[in-house]
Each structure stands twice: as C-alpha cells, then as structure tokens.
C-alpha cells in the first residue's frame, strides 16, 4: 500500500468528515506541525485513537514557524503511521478555519508542543557535538 494515498487535500478533507457523519462515524483531528516524528508523537497518537474508539484518526498538518523538514516530507511520515488514517494541511488558511469547516466529532490539539521537542532535540545534539 502507498501511504502517501492517506494524505488528502483540505477539500477532500471536508468532504470526508461529512460522509463519515453520514454513516454516523466519528473523526478525530489532531492538529500539530510534527516537524521531527518523534517516538512520543506515535505513542500519544495511538492513545488518542484508542481513547476515541472505532474514531477515524486525521492528522491536520500545521506550518512550524521555522521548519526542518519540507511540508511534503512531514505529510508522509505521518501516512507512514498505522493508526493514522488521513494527513491534511490546512492550506492557504489558517488551521482554525478549515477545523470550522471541517467540523469533526471530536477534536484534540498536538499531544506535545512540537517547537519546544523539536528546540531541546537541537540543543542536545549541540552539546554532545560541541568540544
């Protein structure tokens, strides 16, 4: 299977999450920039969706205000992810705008501040490379 089948446009997006509620489904939105995956992004995702049930799991991409990885490549590492069903950037708009379109069953924020995860990371890898 391609992964990258799982990242869909905010358009499709919206369309999604109205035939999911069709079919009286849920769908659960965390929203965070993701810069670097890091082993606890995957652990507090898989707890969000087991916490929400038989939720579909969608991942609203968010624009770190100094990014290391291309938005593309963030996208795809999050596809790459069993328990996530679908990426999505929020596109031209801001993320607030397109989650009020989107209106979702449930919503959760980033399961960790990723400016700060991605900042210490930084900071480490210069101490144990510094002289």
Not at 16 to 27: S, V, Y
Not at 29 to 55: E, I, M
Not at 90 to 100: R, V
Request: cysteine-free; overall charge neutral; charged content about 25%.
């Amino acid at each position: 299977m391609d992964t990258r089948s799982k990242i869909i446009s905010a358009g499709n997006a919206s369309e999604l999450a109205g035939r999911l509620k069709r079919q009286g489904r849920k769908l659960l939105v965390v929203q965070g920039s993701f810069d670097l995956l890091l082993a606890t992004h995957a652990l507090s995702l898989q707890k969000a969706r087991d916490n929400a049930g038989g939720t579909s799991l969608m991942v609203l991409l968010t624009q770190p205000s100094v990014p290391l990885l291309s938005e593309q490549a963030r996208a795809e590492l999050l596809a790459g992810l069993h328990m996530v069903d679908y990426v999505v950037t929020a596109g031209n708009g801001s993320a607030k705008e397109f989650l009020d379109r989107l209106e979702p069953g449930e919503l959760a924020s980033a399961p960790v501040d990723d400016e700060e995860h991605t900042r210490q990371l930084i900071e480490h890898v210069h101490r144990r490379h510094s002289p």
